[in-house]
């Protein structure tokens, strides 16, 4: 059944969370699976290199003649700023200005992805026989919504509190009360 590496499993369950959590940029890989390239090229966050979320447009006098548009994810953006002093990206120069970028918004927004949860499934066990598989498909926009309201699957992160909680319980020999509820949830 379950054979999770408690240490390196949690490490993965992080990167749950950048996958889909709302903010924060959109991991590529998983928007390459129904998405071609092409189509990212200009979405791409030029800080984490992922897909943009919140996209913004560097709009800077130093590089105001570069040929390429500058973009970022608003949330990498403000952090890399947090860090780095206020600081530009691109050329580490002050007075970073950018702008939201309405129209890339809505092209991410509008691009199709598969359920995050079946994807971080599928890639920490992949060679495992999954009863159930969410084989969901909608907008970045609507995913939120059907995380918290219509996914069948619960998140990696609720299977690992569970079997803290069990491990805990194990430790106080009240094994019999909780083993029947974790196994219902498979
Ligand atoms: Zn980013
Ligand atoms: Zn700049
Ligand atoms: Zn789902």
Redesign the pocket.
């Known amino acids: 059944m379950l054979s999770l590496n408690m240490e390196s499993d949690e490490k993965k369950v992080e990167n749950e969370k950048e996958l889909f959590s709302g903010y924060g940029c959109y991991n590529k890989d998983w928007i390459l699976l129904t998405n071609s390239q092409q189509k990212l090229n200009h979405l791409i966050c030029c800080i984490c290199k992922q897909v943009a979320n919140n996209a913004v447009e560097?709009q800077?006098d130093?590089?105001e003649n570069a040929e390429q548009m500058?973009l970022a994810g608003e949330e990498c953006l403000q952090m890399y700023l947090k860090q780095n002093n206020s600081k530009?990206?691109?050329?580490q120069?002050d007075h970073?200005?950018f702008v939201k970028n309405k129209s890339l918004i809505q092209q991410v927004s509008d691009l199709l992805v598969t359920c995050p949860r079946q994807y971080t499934l599928k890639k920490i066990q992949p060679k495992e026989e999954h009863e159930n598989e969410c084989n969901y498909k909608g907008k970045i926009s609507e995913m939120k919504a059907h995380l918290d309201n219509s996914c069948q699957l619960i998140s990696i992160r609720q299977i690992i509190l569970l079997i803290k909680e069990l491990q805990s319980q194990l430790q106080d020999e009240k094994l019999q009360t909780v083993l029947p509820l974790f196994l219902s949830f498979f």
């Open positions: 560097l800077c130093e590089h500058y530009c990206p691109i050329q120069h970073c200005e």
